[in-house]
Protein backbone atom coordinates (compact mmCIF):
# COMPACT_ATOMS: atom_id res chain seq x y z
CA UNK A 1 0.00 0.00 0.00
CA UNK A 2 2.99 2.40 0.56
CA UNK A 3 4.34 2.10 -2.58
CA UNK A 4 1.28 3.86 -4.27
CA UNK A 5 0.08 0.86 -6.71
CA UNK A 6 -3.00 1.43 -5.63
CA UNK A 7 -4.49 -1.16 -3.42
CA UNK A 8 -8.12 -1.95 -2.28
CA UNK A 9 -10.32 1.48 -1.20
CA UNK A 10 -7.49 3.55 -2.47
CA UNK A 11 -8.76 6.41 -4.80
CA UNK A 12 -6.66 7.59 -7.54
CA UNK A 13 -6.29 10.58 -8.79
CA UNK A 14 -5.16 12.00 -12.35
CA UNK A 15 -5.75 14.97 -13.93
CA UNK A 16 -7.19 16.20 -17.68
CA UNK A 17 -5.75 18.69 -20.18
CA UNK A 18 -7.91 21.24 -19.16
CA UNK A 19 -7.00 20.01 -15.17
CA UNK A 20 -10.23 18.80 -13.90
CA UNK A 21 -9.68 16.08 -11.46
CA UNK A 22 -10.46 12.61 -12.31
CA UNK A 23 -10.70 10.32 -9.53
CA UNK A 24 -10.44 6.54 -10.37
CA UNK A 25 -12.59 3.90 -7.73
CA UNK A 26 -12.23 0.05 -8.59
CA UNK A 27 -11.93 0.95 -12.59
CA UNK A 28 -15.00 3.25 -12.44
CA UNK A 29 -14.10 6.70 -13.25
CA UNK A 30 -15.47 10.24 -12.14
CA UNK A 31 -15.14 13.53 -13.51
CA UNK A 32 -14.48 15.93 -10.46
CA UNK A 33 -15.46 19.83 -11.39
CA UNK A 34 -15.93 22.36 -9.36
CA UNK A 35 -19.74 23.24 -8.35
CA UNK A 36 -20.70 27.02 -9.29
CA UNK A 37 -21.31 27.77 -5.62
CA UNK A 38 -17.59 26.47 -5.06
CA UNK A 39 -16.29 28.84 -8.25
CA UNK A 40 -18.53 31.56 -7.24
CA UNK A 41 -17.17 31.83 -3.37
CA UNK A 42 -13.41 31.16 -4.92
CA UNK A 43 -14.45 34.09 -7.27
CA UNK A 44 -15.52 35.91 -4.57
CA UNK A 45 -12.95 35.78 -2.26
CA UNK A 46 -10.41 36.64 -5.54
CA UNK A 47 -12.13 39.69 -5.66
CA UNK A 48 -12.57 40.91 -2.06
CA UNK A 49 -8.98 39.75 -2.01
CA UNK A 50 -7.53 42.35 -4.53
CA UNK A 51 -9.94 45.06 -3.58
CA UNK A 52 -9.21 44.89 -0.19
CA UNK A 53 -4.67 44.41 -1.36
CA UNK A 54 -5.68 47.69 -3.12
CA UNK A 55 -6.85 49.42 -0.39
CA UNK A 56 -3.45 48.64 1.76
CA UNK A 57 -1.50 49.35 -0.49
CA UNK A 58 -3.28 52.95 -1.30
CA UNK A 59 -3.46 53.47 2.65
CA UNK A 60 0.56 52.89 3.15
CA UNK A 61 1.18 55.13 0.09
CA UNK A 62 -1.33 58.26 1.44
CA UNK A 63 0.50 57.74 4.58
CA UNK A 64 3.98 57.72 3.49
CA UNK A 65 3.43 60.92 1.00
CA UNK A 66 1.52 62.56 4.23
CA UNK A 67 4.84 61.77 6.14
CA UNK A 68 7.26 63.16 3.47
CA UNK A 69 5.13 66.75 2.64
CA UNK A 70 4.17 67.21 6.08
CA UNK A 71 7.01 66.76 7.78
CA UNK A 72 9.18 70.16 7.44
CA UNK A 73 5.64 71.42 8.34
CA UNK A 74 5.88 69.74 11.95
CA UNK A 75 9.45 70.48 12.81
CA UNK A 76 8.85 73.92 11.75
CA UNK A 77 6.41 74.25 13.65
CA UNK A 78 7.39 72.12 16.63
CA UNK A 79 7.95 75.22 19.04
CA UNK A 80 4.16 75.78 18.88
CA UNK A 81 2.83 72.33 18.62
CA UNK A 82 4.80 71.15 21.99
CA UNK A 83 3.44 73.77 24.59
CA UNK A 84 -0.07 73.35 22.68
CA UNK A 85 0.39 69.51 23.25
CA UNK A 86 0.69 69.96 27.06
CA UNK A 87 -1.97 72.34 27.96
CA UNK A 88 -4.34 69.71 26.13
CA UNK A 89 -3.23 66.89 27.70
CA UNK A 90 -2.82 68.37 30.83
CA UNK A 91 -6.90 70.06 30.60
CA UNK A 92 -7.79 66.70 29.64
CA UNK A 93 -6.37 64.78 32.00
CA UNK A 94 -7.69 67.38 34.92
CA UNK A 95 -11.08 66.99 33.67
CA UNK A 96 -11.17 62.81 33.66
CA UNK A 97 -9.52 63.34 36.65
CA UNK A 98 -11.72 65.94 38.56
CA UNK A 99 -15.03 63.60 36.76
CA UNK A 100 -13.32 60.05 38.52
CA UNK A 101 -13.09 61.87 41.62
CA UNK A 102 -16.53 63.58 41.79
CA UNK A 103 -18.27 59.90 40.89
CA UNK A 104 -15.64 58.65 43.69
CA UNK A 105 -17.03 61.38 46.41
CA UNK A 106 -20.77 60.83 45.08
CA UNK A 107 -20.07 57.04 46.20
CA UNK A 108 -18.88 57.14 49.27
CA UNK A 109 -21.75 60.03 50.38
CA UNK A 110 -23.97 57.22 48.98
CA UNK A 111 -22.91 54.57 51.01
CA UNK A 112 -22.25 56.55 54.30
CA UNK A 113 -26.09 57.78 53.89
CA UNK A 114 -27.16 54.51 53.27
CA UNK A 115 -25.05 53.16 56.03
CA UNK A 116 -26.55 55.90 58.46
CA UNK A 117 -29.78 55.26 57.30
CA UNK A 118 -29.73 51.51 58.03
CA UNK A 119 -29.90 50.38 54.63
CA UNK A 120 -26.97 48.68 54.26
CA UNK A 121 -26.77 44.65 53.36
CA UNK A 122 -25.39 43.60 56.26
CA UNK A 123 -28.10 44.95 58.72
CA UNK A 124 -30.54 43.45 55.79
CA UNK A 125 -29.15 39.70 55.89
CA UNK A 126 -28.98 40.04 59.56
CA UNK A 127 -32.45 40.37 59.67
CA UNK A 128 -33.73 38.46 56.97
CA UNK A 129 -31.54 35.43 58.85
CA UNK A 130 -33.63 36.29 61.77
CA UNK A 131 -36.92 36.30 60.24
CA UNK A 132 -35.24 32.73 58.91
CA UNK A 133 -35.06 31.67 62.24
CA UNK A 134 -38.02 32.86 63.71
CA UNK A 135 -40.17 30.44 61.23
CA UNK A 136 -38.36 27.96 62.25
CA UNK A 137 -39.64 28.37 65.57
Known sequence: MADGRGGYGQLQRATTPSGAAINHHHGTTFLH???????????????SGAILLLV???????????LI????????SSPIWLPVGLVLFFAVAGFLS??????????????IYRYFRGFNHANLRIADTA???KDYA
Not at 35 to 42: D, E, P, V
Not at 56 to 66: F, K, Q, R, Y
Not at 69 to 76: A, C, D, G, M, Q
Open 33 to 47: TPSSNQLTGFLTLLI
Open 131 to 133: SHG
Open 56 to 66: IGLTITVAVLV
Open 98 to 111: LGGFGMVVLAALSW
Open 69 to 76: FFSPVLVI
